[in-house]
Antibody
Framework: EVQLVESGGGLVKPGESLRLSCEAS????????MNWIRQAPGKGLEWVSCISSDSRSTYYANSVKGRFTISRDNAKNSLFLQMNSLRAEDTAVYYCAREPTGVAYDIWGQGTMVTVSP | QSALTQPASVSGSPGQSITISCTGTSSDVGIYNLVSWYQQHPGKAPKFMIY???KRPAGVSDRFSGSKSGNTASLTISGLQAEDEADYYCCSYAGSGMVVFGGGTKLTVL
């Protein structure tokens, strides 16, 4: 069974940076678009970013554009999210999710918690 | 990039059917068939339930069905069971690579 495992979350201060990772257990990782989706404590899901299978296309929610950068390393079956200039409102569980077809997230990781607080 | 509108809560008794609505605009749900639905139990990651508005992935019970009309998508659960109690989220493509989720609906099985 395909698995996604996120890591890299933690407690940081406003304005600091953090890099999240998501490792896939499947060799076909490079065939799929991948996404980051977050969920603030007690709140709903919010799409954050998407990267195409070949890294040629990247997309961001307006709330993170210019601060977050998505990337991937298909040779290492890994997805990344570089988060700069973090704000309190970025506090959330961050999930990585596989997208086999348009806006269909079929496999999710367990999530990694990011807390931005003084 | 406004969130899709879902009812905050719905409820039903075991065996009954319920429908959760997801209202967007002519810029997202109304123009794209790329609507998906997710079930989330407390403390767990979301589970993929419906894609392309009305398609069910392998392994998802046929008690779950999706539809779309105009700017509103819907998820119907028939033969309600206790384990269906969860939060449900809709999601739609919004053009130019953007994606928007609904605010979520808490389903209570009475």
């Amino acid at each position: 069974e395909v698995q996604l495992v996120e890591s890299g979350g933690g407690l940081v201060k406003p304005g600091e940076s953090l890099r999240l990772s998501c490792e896939a257990s499947e060799v076909t990782f490079g065939s799929y678009s991948m996404n980051w989706i977050r969920q603030a404590p007690g709140k709903g899901l919010e799409w954050v970013s998407c990267i195409s299978s070949d890294s040629r296309s990247t997309y961001y929610a307006n709330s993170v554009k210019g601060r977050f950068t998505i990337s991937r390393d298909n040779a290492k079956n890994s997805l990344f999210l570089q988060m700069n200039s973090l704000r309190a409102e970025d506090t959330a569980v961050y999930y990585c999710a596989r997208e086999p077809t348009g806006v269909a997230y079929d496999i999710w990781g367990q999530g990694t918690m990011v807390t931005v607080s003084p | 990039q406004s969130a899709l509108t879902q009812p905050a809560s719905v409820s039903g008794s075991p065996g009954q059917s319920i429908t959760i609505s997801c209202t967007g605009t002519s810029s997202d749900v109304g123009i794209y068939n790329l609507v998906s639905w997710y079930q989330q139990h407390p403390g767990k990651a979301p589970k993929f339930m419906i894609y392309e508005a009305n398609k069910r992935p392998a392994g998802v019970s046929d008690r779950f069905s999706g539809s779309k009309s105009g700017n509103t998508a819907s998820l119907t659960i028939s033969g309600l069971q206790a384990e269906d109690e969860a939060d449900y989220y809709c999601c739609s493509y919004a053009g130019s690579g953007m994606v928007v989720f609904g605010g979520g609906t808490k389903l209570t099985v009475l």
